[in-house]
Structure formats: structure tokens, C-alpha cells
């Protein structure tokens, strides 16, 4: 590596260290309590901890600074004030004030917020998320914050995500006060967001249209070679890839995130990047981050970095494997197996609790990850299926039917298998090999959410698991709290759990069809698609749900199904008129040249062999001249369809008819388009095809 790593790391990052630091010892220490304890800041302390931020991000270069969040249009945003404050002597001098630190307040009238204000209400405000550590960025200090409406409507995911990580951890806490641990007085989610990614020729994707608008290809006929050799996997990087690595970690460290993992990917041009767990909102804040400066990077390197789910057909999809866990403030993780039967016991509390919350809340957990590029991905090439499932692997899902049934356990010996926290024996180490078919995936101490998509803000995945699981905390500890045996009461409990949602277990092949229909005879929910899903979010219990946790109004979640579905909505109408242009100025004139070439060779035979009557020429130019009028017809009556399609205004009307009309019709130009490109001489095809693209790098 270039740079010293431990000198770098964290150095754009006004951290604790640095906070240590340059903070006077009683201001550091009384913003450290209202961090810890999630007070609001008072302003004599915040004028001095702005002061410092401001000294410190100008040695760093910064001009401006901003109030970084992020809005539901999933990506991060930013408006930039300087320092600079004008003297009466014409020159100026660098100011920032606590009033300044802790609140901002940006235009808000262009962001979406699904109903909850009119266009012309354009405030909002930001309000400073200090467990969140500020950074400079591009000359420009970034303050990490919540945004919300005039009102006080959440118009951002950070708002929503803070507060479920509030009341999962006041559940949390009340499960261990159950078990006697009076010592904890936090409890966080961690997250751990494995990010994937395409990275092609910046040059090739400049010739892509569809490329440039709709971060996928909408036409390619699959090259010769994809994935079948399985030889780019954990393949050798190459040299340049490893260059863009390096420059992108360097980057990454600055800003404190902990990148740790490398590797090419499955797909030919795909890699992945891992970082290591951190706290649920700084992590999903780094994430964000992640995905800006992959981008940026990759542009210094002639080269352009794919978020989309999935850009290319026929090879595997990209997306953000979420693995989740809840950690005590003294470093216990609650999802890893104890050594002694009391751990083990509060453990399989903890761990029913979690199957609870994923088979009551299959339609949230759907309704997380739903989006229009993810249904492109979801059920294929190694990403798991639109049903909701939990693997446990072998060893832990044999000791909860041992459990559930009262038999002994392989390991146990002699003698029924009893959950009272004296005589639960140890769990051995899962020998299971890991599921990639699985959505919810167990792996030893975390839980592996592996239906998120590589372009999205894994915010609403992880507000969503935080408050479903301190959903079930609450029901837990209400009825142990009033138990007159608390062993008895918790062996019933955790019995009775695993009977009623054993149903979400399953360890099996999550493609294969026998699991579709086993799925259906257990009841569980199959939603393939962003319109199927995103209804079921407006259900009594879903809406009871948030309120009763804070979580969301139910003004709120109108909002949230609203603005889904209008991007939806959007994005396949932006898609099919990027087909269209595409097909219309671009495929069809290319191949009709092509049609006229192999005319005039055809002509040209004839006059040299006046006997000739069959050939190449022939046989293509009826075929592509068939496709080609197909393909005419095809794109026009799209464009009919999508004249038709319903006002935005209607969004459920609306992205019904995308779904229903415009998809399958999409689909049905592709195919014609991808046949006319086998057909068709390379050097007259108007754009890099499929090889061009995958290995143009």
C-alpha cells in the first residue's frame, strides 16, 4: 500500500480521538453523557465543540461544511455554506457557530415526501446526528444528520432508523434484566454491509444509452462466455481492478470505514467490498458514503463503477448481504451461542424472538428490500427468492426440534433436552455449509440478510428488522415479567414459539420449485414483485406496529408506500422510453444497413452466377427483415402502452399497469432486438455488446 494505514485511517474523521483532543476535558466529557444517554445538546457546549469542528476540518482543507443526510430519494444530499463571515473592513474571517452545528435548514420543496407536504411548503429542517462522527469530504465538512418536515414528519431513513434502534434496545434491556444482568445499559445493532458492484470501460459505457440512463443494459444477446467456468470467482485481480482497489480503501480509510475485504465476484467485471461491523446507523452512513466514492474513484481510473441490481441479464445480479446482530454496551454479542447454560438459554430467548418477528412480519421484510431493480435480481444466479425463509443449519434448527418435541439432543446423551438456564447444555460450533438461497441466514453469531439490494440504503432493511424483533421483546418480557416461575415460564415460551413459527425454517434450495409449493402449503407469503408487496405495508398490524414503537405515523408510512411506488412507477417508464429511442434510432437503422449490405452481395452474386438463388445472403435477410418489423411494431406499440399508462397520481393504478403492460412488453422488444444482434455483422451493431462490456476492463 502507498500509505502508512494507521496514520491515514480515520484522518478526515472528527472522531473521539480527536475530540479527546481539541475539546476541553469538562465540554468533551458532557458531550460524551448526551451522546451516550441521547440527550439534546445544550448550546454553550455546542458552540465549543462547533469551534473545534471548524479549526479542525479547516486543517483538513475544508471551506464549507454541510449538513449531510439522507432524503427518501435513497442516495445521500448536501448544500454547502462556507465559513466565511464578511467584517466591516471588507475582509473576512471563518465562523461556525453551535446553532449552526446542531440544526440546518435546507430547501426541502424538491425532495419526495409522498403526501406528507404540498410543493409549496418548501422548509425542512436537519438535526445533528452526534453518534455519528462528522468528516471532511471534498474540502467540505459533513455533518451527519436527521432531516425532518416543518411539521416534524420524517422525510429521511436516518430519522426512522434511530428510532428503531431506541426501542430495540430498550426491549432488549428488559429480556436482560429477566435474566439478571442489571450491569448493561445499552444495547446496539451492528451492521455489516457487504457491498457488490460491476465495474466496466468508461470509454464502452459512454456508447450505452441505456447504460448512462438506466444504470442496466436493456439489450444484450449473452456472450459467449459468462460465469460457467466459475474461474473470476476469488480469480486473481486484475492489475487494474487492484488499482481502483487500492485508491478506493485509501479513500475509504481516510473517512474511517473499515474496509477490510477484497474479492472479484461471481460474474465476469464484478467484485465486492466488505467492511467490518460497526453500529447500526454509523455503519449504514459509511455504506452511503461507500457508494459515492466507489463511484468517483472509479471515473479516476477511466472506468465506471454498476450499483444496479442488475445490469447485465444472464449472469448473477449484485447485492448488499446486510449481516445484523445486537451487541451489549460490554461487548456481548446476544446472537452468539454462550459456553453456559444461562448464556444458552437467553441465547434461544433471543434467537425465537427473531423467527417470531421474520414469519409474523414476512410482508415488512419483503417490503424492505422491494424495489424496482431488486425484482430483476431476487430468485436466481445465486440471490435468494421474493419468499421469506430462515436458515439455521443443521445443528441449531435439530436442537430446536429437540426442544419443541422434548427429546434428547446427538450431543447430549441420555435424558430430555430442557431450556432452564441450569441444565441447557453447550451448542457445538454449526458444521452446516452457508446457504445462498436463503434470504435470512444464520451464521454462527449474526444474522445475514441477503435479499438487499446493492443500490439501496439499507436503512429501511434495518428499521424494519430492529423494530420487528423489538416487537417480539415486548411480548416476551411482558409475559415473563409477570411469571411466578420465570424457568417454567421461559421453557413454555421458547416450546410454544418454535411450534407456532417453526413454518419459516427452512434449510432447503430456495429456487427449486418444490420449495414454492412447499412454501404455499406453510402458509408463507410469495410477493415476486415491488406492486405485490408494497400494499401489504398499509395492513392494521403493520401501521399498529410502527406507531406503537414510534417508529413511523401512519402519515408516515403512507408516504413511504407512496413515493415506492412512484419510483417504480418512474424508473420503468424511464427504461421504456430509453427501449424505445434505442430500438428506433440506434438497432433498427443499423441492421437495415446491414439488410441493404447483404442485398448488394446478393445482387453482386447474382450477376457472377446467374444460376444463384440460395445462400447466406438470403436466409439472413429474411430473418432480420422479419425481426425487423417486429421489432418496429414492438417499439410503437410500447410507446402506445405507455401513453396509455395511468397518472403517477394513482400509484398503485399506476405501477400496476408498468408491471402488467409495460414490463412484458419491454421484454418482448428485447427479444426480437437481442436475436436481430446474433444476426447481425459486429462492426455495424451501434453499441459494445455483452463481451464488450463484461470484459472491457
Request: aromatic share 8%.
Amino acid at each position: 500500500m502507498r500509505s502508512n494505514v494507521p496514520e491515514i485511517f480515520g484522518s478526515m474523521v472528527f472522531n473521539d480521538a480527536i475530540m479527546r483532543d481539541k475539546l476541553p476535558k469538562d465540554i468533551y466529557r458532557s458531550l460524551k453523557k448526551t451522546i451516550e444517554a441521547g440527550r439534546d445538546l445544550d448550546i454553550s457546549i455546542a458552540n465549543v465543540v462547533a469551534i473545534a469542528m471548524k479549526d479542525w476540518a479547516i486543517e483538513k482543507g475544508a471551506t464549507h461544511y454541510t449538513h449531510w443526510f439522507q432524503p427518501l430519494t435513497g442516495i445521500t444530499a448536501e448544500k454547502h455554506d462556507s465559513f466565511i463571515s464578511p467584517q466591516s473592513d471588507g475582509r473576512v474571517i471563518m465562523e461556525f457557530s453551535g446553532k449552526e452545528l446542531i440544526k440546518g435548514e435546507p430547501d426541502a420543496s424538491s425532495f419526495p415526501s409522498g403526501g406528507l407536504r404540498a410543493t409549496f411548503e418548501a422548509r425542512g429542517y436537519t438535526a445533528w446526528d452526534p453518534t455519528s462522527y462528522a468528516f471532511v469530504k471534498d474540502g467540505v465538512l459533513c455533518i451527519p444528520t436527521a432531516f425532518c418536515s416543518y411539521g416534524g414528519e420524517a422525510l429521511d431513513k436516518k430519522t426512522p432508523l434511530l428510532r428503531s434502534m431506541e426501542t430495540l434496545n430498550e426491549q432488549a434491556l428488559r429480556i436482560l434484566r429477566l435474566f439478571g444482568n442489571t450491569s448493561v445499559r445499552r444495547v446496539t445493532t451492528t451492521v455489516g454491509p457487504e457491498q457488490e458492484y460491476f465495474l466496466v470501460d468508461r470509454d464502452v459505457y459512454n456508447k450505452r444509452k441505456d447504460l448512462i440512463y438506466c444504470g442496466r443494459t436493456l439489450f444484450g444477446a449473452m456472450a459467449p462466455k459468462g460465469q460457467e467456468m466459475d474461474d473470476h470467482y476469488f480469480g486473481a485481480i486484475l492489475r487494474r481492478v487492484q488499482a481502483y482497489m487500492e485508491d478506493l480503501n485509501e479513500e475509504l480509510w481516510k473517512l474511517g470505514i473499515l474496509s477490510k475485504t477484497e474479492h472479484n465476484e461471481v460474474a465476469p467485471a464484478q467484485h465486492e467490498m466488505a467492511p467490518i461491523f460497526d453500529t447500526a446507523n454509523i455503519s449504514i452512513d459509511h455504506n452511503q458514503v461507500t457508494m459515492e466514492i466507489m463511484k468517483n474513484v472509479a471515473k479516476k481510473h477511466n472506468m465506471i463503477c454498476l450499483l444496479h441490481e442488475k445490469p447485465f441479464a444472464g449472469v448473477n445480479g449484485s447485492g448488499k448481504h446486510n449481516n445484523w446482530s445486537m451487541v451489549t454496551d460490554d461487548g456481548v454479542n446476544l446472537l452468539e451461542p454462550g459456553k453456559s447454560p444461562h448464556e444458552n438459554a437467553q441465547f434461544l430467548l433471543f434467537l425465537t424472538a427473531i423467527i417470531k418477528a421474520i414469519d409474523e412480519y414476512q410482508d415488512l421484510m419483503r417490503v424492505s428490500i422491494a424495489s424496482a431493480g431488486n425484482d430483476h435480481r431476487l430468485g436466481a444466479s445465486e440471490a435468494p427468492p421474493a419468499i421469506m425463509s430462515i436458515f439455521l443449519g443443521d445443528d441449531l434448527e435439530e436442537i430446536l426440534e429437540c426442544i419443541e418435541k422434548g427429546t434428547s439432543y446427538k450431543n447430549q446423551g441420555a435424558g430430555r433436552m430442557e431450556i432452564g438456564v441450569h441444565v441447557l447444555p453447550s451448542f457445538p460450533k454449526d458444521t452446516t455449509d452457508r446457504n445462498r438461497t436463503s434470504p435470512f441466514a444464520f451464521t454462527g453469531n449474526k444474522f445475514e440478510f441477503r435479499s438487499c439490494g446493492s443500490s439501496m440504503s439499507v436503512s429501511g432493511p434495518n428499521t424494519i428488522l430492529n423494530t420487528i424483533v423489538a416487537e417480539e421483546l415486548r411480548l416476551f418480557a411482558d409475559e415473563l415479567e409477570g411469571a411466578d416461575d420465570f424457568t417454567d415460564a421461559l421453557n413454555d415460551l421458547i416450546k410454544r414459539t418454535i411450534q407456532q413459527h417453526k413454518r419459516i425454517i427452512f434449510n432447503g434450495d430456495g429456487y427449486s420449485e418444490e420449495w414454492k409449493k412447499e412454501a404455499k402449503k406453510r402458509g408463507l407469503l410469495n410477493l415476486p414483485t415491488t406492486v405485490d408487496a408494497m400494499p401489504t405495508v398499509l395492513l392494521k398490524k403493520n401501521i399498529d406496529l410502527f406507531e406503537r414503537h414510534g417508529i413511523y405515523t401512519e402519515a408516515e408510512v403512507r408516504s413511504r408506500y407512496e413515493i415506492n411506488l412512484d419510483v417504480y412507477s418512474k424508473t420503468i417508464n424511464i427504461e421504456a422510453q430509453t427501449m424505445i429511442e434505442m430500438a428506433l434510432r440506434q438497432i433498427l437503422p443499423s441492421v437495415n444497413r446491414y439488410v441493404k449490405q447483404l442485398a448488394e452481395a446478393m445482387s453482386l452474386k447474382g450477376m457472377i452466377d446467374p444460376l444463384f438463388k440460395n445462400g447466406m445472403e438470403r436466409d439472413l435477410i429474411k430473418k432480420l427483415s422479419v425481426l425487423e418489423d417486429k421489432a418496429y411494431a414492438q417499439a410503437n406499440d410500447l410507446k402506445k402502452l405507455l401513453d396509455k399508462a395511468p397518472s403517477y397520481d394513482s400509484n398503485l393504478e399506476c405501477a400496476t399497469y408498468y408491471k402488467d403492460k409495460i414490463i412484458p412488453a419491454m421484454d418482448k422488444l428485447r427479444s426480437f432486438c437481442d436475436e436481430m444482434e446474433v444476426n447481425t455483422a459486429s462492426e455495424l451493431w451501434p453499441f459494445p455488446t455483452y463481451g464488450d462490456l463484461l470484459f472491457s476492463v
